[in-house]
């Protein structure tokens, strides 16, 4: 299986640039599937329905989330539906949705899981011990892990934890590409972070005085996500027949 995965779509720039090229990269990829992070596709921050309905209608065919999943409140029973959504797996029980799914793509059943770091992150559930139970639980013929983390250490240490166990495991969260995509020693395709869709000339789709300004002072500032200028658009494309990674990265 060929499998398309797209890193954070960032507020309008990166809608934008998933609908000018998520399906012309799927043809040219071959990918059968493409799964795309959405956490930040609401103007930096969450997503909601009109959105999730725009990212599919882009090209998704599934959408992962993570510690930005419940930032907009209307979207909390609509998580709780049969769509094709998740958020982060290790949230603690009650919180609304569910943290993975299984999709038929042409006869394979492949199961998607999403799940978020601990190290600087919120207080939740292991995600270690979560991916396990969800191991145990859930039989799938190819297995893909969304990974939202804030450190290489631990991405790196849930790649390994699950080499030989799951397809592939792909880092989202640092907005940043990183240069280790690899295949680990039992098989499972790496990268620690996927990077992101959005705003080129800012630091991390936001724009860049405004980051800076908060560096400089230490005061609360009110960060603004553009919505016209440059966009990039970043990921990776996954062969699990091949066992190969490659990444993508799209730049206006």
Known sequence: MRILFIGDIVGKIGRRMLKEHLL????????????????????????????????LTAGADFITLG??????????????????M???????????????????????KLLIMNLQGRSFMDAIDCPFRKADGILEEVEADEIFVDFHSETTSE????????????DA?????????????????EGTKYITDVGMTGFRDGILGIR?????????????????????????????????????????????
């Open 24 to 55: 012309e990269l799927k043809r040219q990829h071959g990918a059968q599937v493409a799964i795309v992070n959405g956490e930040n596709a609401a103007h930096g921050k969450g997503i909601t329905e009109k959105i999730y309905k725009e990212l």
């Open 67 to 84: 510690n930005h999943a419940f930032a907009k409140r209307d979207v909390y029973e609509f998580l709780d539906e049969d769509i094709r």
């Open 86 to 108: 998740i958020r982060p797996a290790n949230f603690p029980e009650g919180a609304p949705g569910r943290g993975h799914g299984v999709v038929n793509v042409n006869g394979v």
């Open 155 to 166: 991405s790196l240490a849930m790649g390994h934890y699950l080499d030989g166990r799951v």
């Open 169 to 185: 495991v792909v880092g989202t969260h640092t907005h940043v590409q990183t240069n280790d995509e690899q295949v680990l020693p």
């Open 208 to 252: 860049k005085e405004e980051v800076i300004e908060r560096f400089l002072h230490q005061l609360p500032v009110r960060h603004n996500v553009p919505e016209e200028g440059p966009g990039i658009l970043s990921g990776v494309i996954i062969d699990t027949k091949t066992n190969k990674i490659d990444t993508i990265r799209i730049r206006e």
